[in-house]
Structures are given as C-alpha cells and as structure tokens.
C-alpha cells in the first residue's frame, strides 16, 4: 500500500490567496483526520471525518477553513483569504473506526504539506 | 478542553542511555494510549500504544507503563540509540466517541554517540 498521499508537499502563497491542500487515504480506510501541526500549538486536530461525513469539526479555527470529503478515497482542505499565521505542516491521517464504539485504532499520517503564507 | 500534558519537552541522552518520556490525562471516556514517533519532515508514526487491561507494554526496547489511578503514563526507552532521535508525542482519547485522539505537545530526544 502507498499510504496516506498528500499534495502539494510544499505551498507557498501570498496572503489572501486561495490554498488547496489534498489528501488520498489508505485504500479500505473510513476515517480521515486533517491535523495542523506548528512549533507554539503543537499537533491540533482540525477535522474529523467517518464515511465521508464529517463527525467533529471543532478544530477548525475560523470560516475561512473548509474542508471536504466528496468520497472514501479523496479530501480536501482549503483556505480562502490565506494569512501568514497559516503557515504551518497540514497532515492528513487515516484510519479505520467504527463509529460509536469505544475501538481505536491507528492513525496513519501522510507526509504533510508544508504551507508558508508570506 | 481536555489536555494531554508531556514532559519534558527535549530530552539528551547519551547512547545505551534509558529516555523515559511522561504524560499526564485528564478524565478520558476509553483507556487507550498511544505514543507516535515523528522524524524530520516526516509525518508522525505509531510506535507502542496500550490498552486498558494491562499496566505495561513491552515491544523490543520500547515500553509503556500506564498508572491509571494517577491518569499518567510514560514511554521508556532502553538501550537509546542515536536512531531514536526524533519527536515523541502520546495521546489519549477525546470525546465520547471512538476515533479522536488529542497529541501531547511533544518531546524532541536526541541520543548522543
């Protein structure tokens, strides 16, 4: 298995401009994670989706974070106005989780994409 | 909101060294306590986690020890050697359904030759 496919690895933008992030999961894998990872907050978890719905989406910080799930095997995170304090590494992780149930189980990370917002 | 507290926050060790990272929880609906392990522009990858019916897990060099009357556990790592540098994060379980992790801050290790 490839693993969690994230692109772009590297962004860099001006603020105000439109960011794309995209996440592959693992093939047979019903969870998907988009975590925002920075040396002052650490690993926060931005969204949580089980079977392409979107369960928990506590973390994101304002409306100009949207992320979706249009099917198992693809997601998108995307900022609009980017600003330099987005700057950060995005990971996407998956995993498989019957919702509901006290299992857990793995997370599986992607590489990440670093964003630089100047 | 629910915190995860690691320490120490870096960590140096000298080679055959033993590192022993700690966490403390707050109440957590399942007992389930992973600790991921994370290199230079890598993403983090699971190592060792326990789970509720035993107070330790040993894997190779690797062992989690888990007080739950105190809600801390801790990573130890015999025998470190300089591969072993990287970040340590635990985490535990958040929300009272399955599936959502909250990651300690972190622990940089470096293991001197």
């Known amino acids: 298995d490839a693993g969690v496919i994230q692109s772009p690895r590297h962004e860099v933008t001006e603020m105000g401009q439109e960011v794309t992030l995209r996440c592959k999961p693992i093939s047979g894998h019903n969870s998907l994670f988009w975590y925002r990872q920075t040396m002052m907050r650490g690993l926060e978890l931005l969204i949580y989706f089980n079977n392409n719905v979107p369960i928990d989406d506590s973390g994101m910080p304002e409306d100009r974070f949207s992320a979706k799930m249009p099917n198992a095997s693809f997601s998108t995170l995307k900022i609009q106005p980017s600003e330099p304090r987005d700057s950060a590494v995005y990971f996407c992780?998956?995993?498989?989780?019957?919702?509901?149930?006290?299992?857990?189980?793995?997370?599986?990370f992607g590489p990440g994409t670093r964003l630089l917002v100047l | 909101q629910q915190q995860v507290k690691q320490s120490p926050q870096s960590l140096i060790v000298q080679k055959g060294g033993i590192s022993i990272i700690n966490c403390a929880y707050e109440n957590t609906a399942f007992d389930y306590f992973p600790w991921y392990q994370q290199f230079p522009g890598k993403g983090p990858a699971l190592l060792i986690a326990?789970?509720?019916?035993?107070s330790e897990k040993k894997e190779g060099r690797f062992t989690i020890s888990f007080n739950k009357s105190a809600k801390q556990f801790s990573l130890h790592i015999m025998d470190s050697q300089p591969g072993d540098s990287a970040t340590y994060f635990c985490?535990?379980?958040?929300?009272?359904?399955?599936?959502?992790?909250?990651f300690g801050q972190g622990t940089e290790l470096s293991v001197k030759p």
């Open positions: 326990i789970r509720p019916d035993v």
């Open positions: 985490a535990a379980p958040t929300g009272n359904q399955g599936g959502k992790l909250i």
């Open positions: 992780a998956s995993s498989f989780i019957v919702y509901g149930t006290s299992e857990q189980e793995t997370q599986y």
